[in-house]
């Protein structure tokens, strides 16, 4: 028997790739296939594979799984010797046998076809005859969710295309640049039936979704014409980007999208050595009208450590990226993959990182390991306090002096994010008064509370912003003569003026206001 096994990074997550292998070859040779995390026991992973008694174990390998595939194959090997592996994936795609001792073959290229070809050789008993590595037809891909019970909770991955047309210097998929494409009638009858089934996310693993604008816009239509609940995520390439695809956008339901767009830098030099050297002006705009229509929830990563980008030049990038004031940005860290150029060209860089998987950035001739070291702890802090929306308001006023990337920094050296977030919040508003980030007291003092109730119980609110005896009279007050019309554990906040007023046009009124925050915890 040939098992396909899969090493997800998260229990949520399915992975196509042991799919269509398995709805490939199962009438041709006798399979199965199973899914695993690496948050489990390698013994019980090792254990539930070896308690199949299979013949060949498949495995698709990546960064995320590559080390504990490499133990796993050691159990397997020296608990059954007679099994044969098969590593394939991006993970193994440059290596040899000698690279893993416990393997004993790697699949480079395609599974499919080899697959197909060896479940063939197998069941007929002959030589195994595929040479080179083929292309798979990907009008021959099985619906990998075929026959399966949906569970709405895990995300759905979907492949409508393959290949990239970029070169980016760090990125194992600009060495594919034949981009292929699955017939839009077999996309449309499949993801319909995730659609219907409800699943939460339907994440389309294309390496750029709006590589060919039409096709592209008719799945935008269909999804909006027939996902009822299910949020789909793609990743576009914002210069390519034009009137017509960004009206398909921002005509569509209020977070129905998900976009995942790559700036990665804004400084040329940096964006012309990893070959990226993409209209930024266009970039800018196009993100710009995204975001003021507000309809796609939208998801920016900046990759540091790149070529020609120091300290001070990546925090210029990181502010840019910051003020669009996008749902999520990502400060990501390079990592020097192998068979990649800018892995090739380490030297020339004098590039220093992880020799194991994920293969990170240490140092290199721009960023110290101090740097690094920094922009880790601000990367934290933008995901506690930037992406999760903690303080958004207040973090959108101050940012109309303070640069992000130097605010950022400076809090990186005051605050522990280890700590319990109460004692957070306690912290950062003692920071905001002592630094005097917000000059009128009165404004950060709403405002800061205005956040904190609109995320986190009463509680929750600094010492400094608690209410006083007579504060908590007037809510108790305000509570009796509306008891009918406060739905239930929601929270009442008392300001000095009319915050939500204030967010909207600036405008400070005067005088004692009450607002409701509904629970949401
Ligand atoms: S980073 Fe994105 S655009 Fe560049 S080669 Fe990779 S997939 Fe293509």
Redesign the pocket.
């Known amino acids: 028997m040939l098992l396909f096994v899969a090493i997800n990074s998260r229990y949520i997550h399915t992975n196509i790739a042991v799919r269509y292998l398995y709805h490939l070859c199962k009438d041709i040779y006798p399979c199965q296939f199973l899914e695993f995390n690496i948050n489990q026991d390698l013994n019980d992973v090792a254990f539930e594979i070896l308690k199949r008694k299979p013949r060949y174990v498949g495995i698709s390998t990546y960064i995320w799984n590559s080390l504990f595939v490499r133990r796993l194959i050691e159990v397997i090997k020296k608990t059954i010797r007679d099994v044969k592996i098969i590593l394939g994936g991006p993970e193994v795609y440059f290596d040899t046998l000698e690279d893993w001792r416990y393997a004993d073959f790697i699949v480079k290229g395609e599974g499919e076809p080899f697959f197909l070809e060896f479940c063939r050789s197998l069941s007929e008993g002959r030589e195994f005859l595929l040479k080179g590595y083929p292309y798979f037809d990907l009008k021959d891909l099985p619906f990998p969710y075929r026959d399966e019970k949906i569970d709405q909770n895990k995300i759905y991955y979907y492949e409508s295309s393959r290949g ?1 047309p ?3 210097s760090y ?1 194992l ?2 060495l594919d640049r034949q981009v292929r494409f699955s017939p839009l009638e077999k996309v449309f009858d499949e993801i319909r039936v995730l659609f219907d089934a409800q699943v939460k996310l339907l994440k389309f693993v294309d ?2 979704f709006n590589v060919n604008k039409e096709r592209a816009i008719k799945i935008i239509e269909f999804a909006k014409r027939y996902s009822k609940n299910t949020q789909v995520h793609l990743e576009i ?1 914002p210069s390519l980007l034009d009137e017509d695809l960004i009206e398909a956008l921002n005509t569509s339901k209020e977070g129905l999208f998900r976009l995942e767009i ?1 700036i990665q830098s804004f400084k040329l030099d940096t964006l012309k050595a990893i070959d ?1 050297d993409f209209d930024m002006e266009r970039i800018d705009k196009n993100i710009k009208k995204l975001i003021e229509k507000n309809r796609c929830i939208l998801h920016l990563d900046l990759i540091a450590g790149l070529p020609y980008e120091d300290f001070k030049e990546f925090k210029r990038s990181l502010d840019k990226t910051l003020l669009y004031f996008a749902n999520e940005v990502q400060l990501g860290f390079l990592k020097m993959l192998k068979g990649t150029r800018i892995r090739d060209e380490a030297r020339l860089y004098d590039y220093e990182y992880l020799s194991f998987p994920p293969y990170e950035v240490i140092s290199n001739r721009f960023l110290s390991y101090e740097d690094i070291y920094r922009l880790k702890h601000m990367e934290a802090l933008i995901e506690r306090l930037y992406n999760k929306r903690t303080l958004f308001w207040t973090l959108r006023y101050i940012f109309r002096r303070f640069s992000p990337s130097e605010f950022f920094e400076r809090l990186s050296y005051e605050i522990d994010l280890k700590k319990d977030i109460r004692e957070i919040l306690d912290e950062l508003y003692r920071y905001f008064v002592r630094y005097n980030l917000i000059e009128d007291r009165n404004i950060l003092k709403n405002l800061f509370r205005y956040d904190i109730l609109k995320m986190y119980p009463e509680e929750y609110l600094p010492s400094e912003l608690k209410y006083s005896q007579e504060e908590k009279e007037k809510i108790n007050t305000y509570r009796k003569a509306n008891a009918r019309s406060i739905p239930r554990n929601s929270r009442v906040g008392l300001f000095d003026f009319d915050v939500e007023k204030f967010i909207s046009n600036g405008s400070l009124e005067g005088g004692g206001f009450t607002l409701l925050f509904p629970n949401t915890l």
Do not use: D, L, P
Request: aromatic share 8%; glycine share 8%.
């Open positions: 990239c970029f070169r980016c990125c998929s600009s390496r750029t390439e790559g990226r």
